[in-house]
């Protein structure tokens, strides 16, 4: 995606009511971490990229954490399932991509939408009635 949303949805009762929640206060900062690195990423949804994950050592500088640590807290995510990956091993969450899909399927209704109401030959001139 080449230009970057606004803001990303995360809801609190939906991190607390899921496996995150089960996992040390250490881990749970990790995950909120990649989730923004996900949010900010160039490939929106993706820690890194879609086709290359980003390596320990890279992750480990922009984490902060000691590699064998940043190691220890990914195995603990992995281990109740809270990360998901690409086959080639990428981080991903796809509730941002369902998010920026559904961003841009509405932001496509309404284009349509404006275009068919702009072209109307009804009481608006150039689709904004005047008695509104």
């Known amino acids: 995606m080449a230009r970057k949303l606004p803001y990303a949805p995360l809801y609190y009762g939906d991190v607390l009511r899921s496996n995150v929640a089960c996992c040390s206060m250490a881990a749970q900062g990790l995950w909120f971490r990649l989730f923004l690195l996900a949010s900010e990423s160039s490939d929106y949804g993706y820690v890194g990229t879609r086709r290359e994950p980003v390596s320990s050592e890279l992750l480990a500088r922009i984490t902060g954490l000691a590699a064998d640590k940043l190691d220890c807290l990914l195995a603990e995510l992995d281990l109740v399932k809270t990360l998901d990956r690409t086959p080639g091993g990428v981080i991903r969450f796809n509730a941002l991509l369902d998010f920026a ?16 109401v702009s072209e109307s030959k009804g009481p608006c001139k150039n689709g904004v009635r005047s008695d509104v």
């Open 101 to 116: 899909a559904d961003r841009a399927a509405n932001a496509k209704y309404q284009r349509t939408h404006r275009v068919k």
